[in-house]
Nanobody
Framework: QVQLVEFGGGLVQAGGSLRLSCAFSGRTFSRYDMGWFRQALGKEREFVATITWSGGRTYYADSVKGRFTISRDNGKNTAYLQMNSLKPEDTAVYYC??????????????????WGQGTQVTVSS
């Protein structure tokens, strides 16, 4: 069974940076596209970014394009989300997810089979 664990959330001032990590275990990591989603209090879960199994392609929500970078290291079974120029509206619980089907680009949460428990990111103004 696939397990995902996120690390790296915290409190940061506006304009600052954080890097989230997502540790994958239980299956072959390189067979899965990976995605990051976020959910702010009282709002629906929203797509942030996704990366193909090889790391060769990435796709971002317009709200984070140019500020966030998704990456992965298949040797370490880990996906990352580098977040720069953070804004208060980026405050949310961030989740990583794994998609085994490879439909590209996959921005629909229901298409991801496995999810981490989430990590809180709070950006103060």
């Amino acid at each position: 069974q696939v397990q995902l664990v996120e690390f790296g959330g915290g409190l940061v001032q506006a304009g600052g940076s954080l890097r989230l990590s997502c540790a994958f275990s239980g299956r072959t990591f390189s067979r899965y596209d990976m995605g990051w989603f976020r959910q702010a209090l009282g709002k629906e879960r929203e797509f942030v970014a996704t990366i193909t199994w090889s790391g060769g392609r990435t796709y971002y929500a317009d709200s984070v394009k140019g500020r966030f970078t998704i990456s992965r290291d298949n040797g370490k079974n880990t996906a990352y989300l580098q977040m720069n120029s953070l804004k208060p509206e980026d405050t949310a619980v961030y989740y990583c997810a794994a998609d085994p089907r490879g439909t590209w680009p996959q921005s629909v949460a229901l298409e991801y089979d496995y999810w981490g428990q989430g990590t809180q990111v709070t950006v103060s103004s």
